[in-house]
Nanobody, 127 residues
Framework: QVQLVESGGELVQAGGSLRLSCAAS????????MGWFRQAPGKEREVVAA????????YYPDSVKGRSTISRDNAKNTVYLQMNSLKPEDTAVYYC????????????????????WGQGTQVTVSS
């Protein structure tokens, strides 16, 4: 089991940048596929990025591709989301998610595929 704690969300102006962090508990962090999701009011939760256990494989939807970078530091049990050129439509609560894969098979992009979630961190982008 793993516990996740996000941080780094704040109010930022359009065009600005943020780096979100997600700290995970436990000794087996390197066995987890990790994802970042977001949920705006009245909208479904959507994937923002995903990363494999080693960090070699990543996924981004078109909405953030080229503006966001997911990375992880397995020695620090932490996954990051660097977001640049932020837009008002990026405003949402951002969640970190984890799911255990002993051996990498594929990245998970649906929230239903993740078993563990953080409490979320608010990102607000003003125009």
């Amino acid at each position: 089991q793993v516990q996740l704690v996000e941080s780094g969300g704040e109010l930022v102006q359009a065009g600005g940048s943020l780096r979100l962090s997600c700290a995970a508990s436990g000794r087996t962090f390197r066995s987890y596929v990790m994802g970042w999701f977001r949920q705006a009011p009245g909208k479904e939760r959507e994937v923002v990025a995903a990363i494999s256990q080693s960090g070699v494989n990543t996924y981004y939807p078109d909405s953030v591709k080229g503006r966001s970078t997911i990375s992880r530091d397995n020695a620090k049990n932490t996954v990051y989301l660097q977001m640049n050129s932020l837009k008002p439509e990026d405003t949402a609560v951002y969640y970190c998610a984890a799911d255990k894969q002993e051996y990498y098979t594929r990245l998970y992009t649906s929230p239903t595929e993740y078993d563990y979630w953080g409490q979320g961190t608010q990102v607000t982008v003003s125009s």
